[in-house]
């Protein structure tokens, strides 16, 4: 798989969308060329961790904090719900795969079109009152962090190790 370089830049709006796009590649990298079975695959008991997990869990943070943050409206969850918290990232099973990572895919670009709506990182999002900034910020350390768990889960399930 093709990796996206980490940014080279000053601009700040470059940099943060640089990173958002190093990361998400970084998460896609580590899924890539695994099979259903492997993508739910957990890490060690008694964690229900998988790299299909992480996907769907920063499928919400992208719906959350970028779509529904600049756009507004709905916040209904997609996977996580008041009988069922933990839905992104327990009981998951290998059918589930493929949609979900469709839905991660959509999220991502629907957030890339949220943000290429605004002028300015300071501008008020609607959705949740915080900056534009901030929101980047927020789901660019969401992948951060959860980009170390999926280098673990990678190297389980195939020996795959780097970034």
């Keep these: 798989m093709e990796r996206v370089p980490e940014p080279r830049t ?11 796009a190093f990361h998400r590649n970084a998460l896609a990298a580590k ?9 739910v695959a957990t890490s060690a008991e008694p964690s229900d961790l998988s790299l299909l997990g992480l996907v769907r869990h920063l499928t919400e943070m992208e ?13 209904t969850p997609i996977y996580c719900t008041d009988d069922d918290e933990d839905g992104d990232i327990v009981g998951l099973t290998a059918d589930m795969a493929r949609t979900s990572m469709d839905r ?12 290429a709506a605004v002028d300015a990182l300071d501008a008020r999002a609607p959705g949740n009152g915080f900056s534009v900034r901030w929101n980047l910020v927020k789901i660019i350390q969401e992948y951060a962090r959860h980009n170390g768990h999926a280098d673990l ?3 389980r399930i195939d020996g795959a190790t780097g970034e």
């Design 10 to 20: 000053n601009n700040e709006r470059e940099l943060l969308l640089g990173w958002l």
């Design 31 to 39: 899924c890539d060329g695994l099979s259903d079975e492997q993508l």
């Design 63 to 75: 719906y959350y904090y970028l779509v529904h943050a600049i756009a507004g409206g709905d916040t």
């Design 104 to 115: 991660w895919h959509a999220e991502c670009r629907n957030a890339d079109v949220g943000l």
């Design 153 to 155: 889960l990678r190297e």
